[in-house]
């Protein structure tokens, strides 16, 4: 099955940019989705197809992809910003097609 | 508003069955894919399997760690969603999602979750 690969952690301090990375064998072929999930919270997507900012996320927020590898990037980074990030693709190469996520990334406003 | 409420969580012995809604409203629904996620404490988020709109069948897909065991099913005349979950495994604990599926699959609406606890 396709496997996503994103650091476990990021940490940034306020103002800065962060970027969140998901690695993905030719995940560039692929549309990336990312969501934004606070504890105890629901998730909330954050960007779809690549790049595509959902109305009322701050334009902030946005995504590329390319390669082997997607980008979140968060600018102006804030407190409230802290929050679990997942990446997730539909995979249709295979004979079971799956929504497939990222193990998530835990971003850290210093 | 988009809204949407799941219900029927709760403590379940191993083996058995539970079933849970996803009551939707401020959309048509028979428009959409309905999907169900889940997320085991302190776990990351999972897929549970998904149904299709009417007009692309009403089709259905499931994660492996679940085909066989849970069913997805929908009523658009009640724009209720359902996950029937037999055979129930203690690695089935979590919380789960009712989600609106999009374009090539991604979710733009959450419930709030319900959670399932299986243990004896």
Same mark, same amino acid.
């Given at each position: ?110 | 508003? /988009? ?112 959670? /399932?606890?299986?243990?004896?």
């Amino acid at each position: 099955s396709y496997v996503l690969t994103q650091p476990p952690s990021v940490s940034v301090a306020p103002g800065q940019t962060a970027r969140i990375t998901c690695g993905g064998n030719n995940i560039g072929s692929k549309s990336v989705h990312w969501y934004q999930q606070k504890p105890g919270q629901a998730p909330v997507l954050v960007v779809y197809d690549d790049s595509d900012r959902p109305s009322g996320i701050p334009e902030r927020f946005s995504g590329s992809n390319s390669g082997n590898t997607a980008t979140l990037t968060i600018s102006r980074v804030e407190a409230g910003d802290e929050a679990d990030y997942y990446c997730q693709v539909w995979d249709s190469s295979s004979d079971h097609p799956e929504v497939v996520f990222g193990g998530g990334t835990k971003l850290t406003v210093l | 508003e /988009v809204q949407l409420v799941e219900s029927g969580g709760g403590l379940v012995q191993p083996g058995r069955s539970l079933r849970l809604s996803c009551t939707a409203s401020g959309f048509t629904f028979g428009d959409y894919a309905m999907s169900w996620f889940r997320q085991a404490p302190g776990k990351g988020l999972e897929w549970v399997g998904f149904i299709r709109s009417k007009a692309y069948g009403g089709t259905t897909e499931y994660a492996a760690s679940v085909k066989g065991r849970f069913t997805i099913s929908r009523d658009d005349s009640k724009s209720i969603a359902y996950l029937q979950m037999n055979s129930l495994k203690t690695e089935d604990t979590a919380v789960y999602y009712c989600t609106r599926g999009m374009g090539i699959y991604y979710f733009d609406y959450w419930g709030q979750g319900t959670l /399932v606890t299986v243990s004896s």
